[in-house]
């Protein structure tokens, strides 16, 4: 099980070194867009880190791609069990209403965990850290093209070896393309790390979304809990790209995400020594399994508890730290 010991009491005012790591390997189940002015976001990066890997283009998903769908998540569910008001005529005193970039409670578990910022009405940190993904394979064999009028064409941009920006035509990231991902909390308590991790779990609809495009699927490799900061998701990319290939694993091919979670199983020890952190416990396997079973038991009233419990914490912080301070300005 996961050592709950591990985790602050309350969350602290200054950092104390408190880390747990999720990592995961990102899946696309359907068509997803990753993009910003019409065309997906890339970058050309060397393919593993060895000398003869070469440089290849990955398709990126960056940060905020991946923490919104999240946040939105366990947003959701906290109005669901009756945490957050639905609007701002139902709030009560034990029941803020808290409307996403526009006007934050600062008190929820959202705001404490994932911060906020409301111009001079304050600002909280993130406690969630995130980077860009990379996609594990490269771009030409990750993506399709489609136009408006057809389904979709494949494989005539990457014979070209370059991107068009023909009006009619888009490119999506193709179903099971592989995105490895750290997701690092900083001094949460267990519950707001709970709060966290179910959102990863349960997040599905990721990128901008047409119709029914952009489903995700996100495989828990394993969680570390450790005193500082760990791998890039770059480097996570690179290194697994190199340990599949030892496998002879064909990267111009889909990959199988159970053949690399796999890979990535054996190899996340090896590189957190290689980060010199101290790693307090590495949960990963059928232990892993037992402890998710156990946490987020598929009923109402659990999830109300690790709701109520991770509010508690939050609303905590909140009244010592935040509202405090923010009164104090006023
Ligand atoms: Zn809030």
Redesign the pocket.
């Known amino acids: 099980m996961l050592n709950r010991d591990f985790f602050p009491k309350a969350v602290p005012a200054r950092p104390t070194g408190h880390y747990a790591h999720i990592i995961l390997l990102r899946e696309t189940e359907s068509y997803a867009l990753f993009q910003t002015d019409g065309e997906l976001n890339t970058a050309r990066v060397p393919a593993g880190t060895k000398p003869d890997d070469g440089i290849i283009t990955r398709i990126t998903m960056f940060k905020r791609k991946q923490t919104t769908p999240e946040r939105l998540v366990g947003r959701e569910l906290l109005r669901r069990y009756g945490l ?1 008001a639905e609007d701002k005529t139902k709030k009560t005193d034990d029941m ?1 209403f ?1 409307d996403y970039n526009v006007d ?5 578990p ?2 404490i965990a994932y911060g906020f910022a409301i111009g001079d009405a304050g600002s909280e940190k993130s406690k969630v850290y995130s980077d860009t993904a990379y996609s594990l394979t490269a771009f030409e064999y990750s993506h399709e093209a489609f136009t408006l009028n057809a389904p979709y064409e494949s494989g005539t941009m990457s014979r070209q070896g370059e991107v068009t920006s023909r009006i009619n035509e888009q490119d999506h990231v193709r179903p099971q393309v592989i995105f490895p991902a750290v997701i690092a909390t900083r001094d949460l308590t267990f519950p707001l790390f709970t709060y966290v991790l179910n959102n990863v779990l349960r997040a599905r609809r990721y990128g901008a979304q047409t119709t029914r495009t952009g489903t995700m699927t996100n495989h828990l490799i394993g969680i570390a809990l450790t005193d500082g900061d760990i791998f890039s998701n770059l480097y996570f990319t690179q290194r697994l790209y190199d340990a599949l290939r030892e496998q002879g694993i064909d990267l111009s091919e889909p990959v199988n995400a159970h053949s690399a979670l796999a890979v990535a199983a054996n190899l996340v020890p090896d590189l957190l020594a290689e980060d010199r952190v101290v790693v307090s416990q590495w949960l990963s396997g059928a232990e892993l399994d037992q402890f998710l079973a156990e946490t987020f038991a598929a009923d109402e009233t659990a999830m109300q508890t690790l709701l109520k419990a991770a509010y508690n914490d939050s609303k905590q912080y909140a009244h010592t730290y935040v509202l405090k301070s923010a009164k104090g300005k006023s």
């Open positions: 957050i803020p808290c934050f409670c600062k008190q929820c959202d705001c």
